[in-house]
Nanobody
Framework: QVQLVESGGGLVQTGGSLRLSCAASGSIFSLNAMGWFRQAPGKQREWVAV???????NYADSVKGRFTISRDSAKNTVYLQMNSLKPEDTAVYYC???????????????WGQGTQVTVSS
């Protein structure tokens, strides 16, 4: 099992910045990737960014060039630096951790409780 605790959300004006943190504990060794998703009111949850255990990163087109995902392995923490925020970035942001069990290839997904990000116009 993996536990995820997010922090860093809040209210910011258009063009501002926020940094989200996601601290992982438990069976960290079983993880292949960690990332961020978000869900705006009335919309489906959407993927935002991912960082693999090898350090590769990838971003949704809507945030590319504005958001940066990084990690501190010593602290088992993943960060999402969000710059040039727009009102459409307003959502609850969820940390995700994914592990794939060898041989069986069973996928285990773990989620944080979510943190609210609100960007005012």
């Amino acid at each position: 099992q993996v536990q995820l605790v997010e922090s860093g959300g809040g209210l910011v004006q258009t063009g501002g910045s926020l940094r989200l943190s996601c601290a992982a504990s438990g069976s960290i060794f079983s993880l292949n990737a960690m990332g961020w998703f978000r869900q705006a009111p009335g919309k489906q949850r959407e993927w935002v960014a991912v960082i693999t255990s090898a350090g590769s990163t990838n971003y949704a087109d809507s945030v590319k060039g504005r958001f940066t995902i990084s990690r501190d392995s010593a602290k088992n923490t993943v960060y999402l630096q969000m710059n040039s925020l727009k009102p459409e970035d307003t959502a609850v942001y969820y940390c995700n951790a994914r592990g794939v069990v060898p041989i069986t290839l069973k996928v285990n997904d773990y989620w944080g409780q979510g943190t609210q990000v609100t960007v005012s116009s």
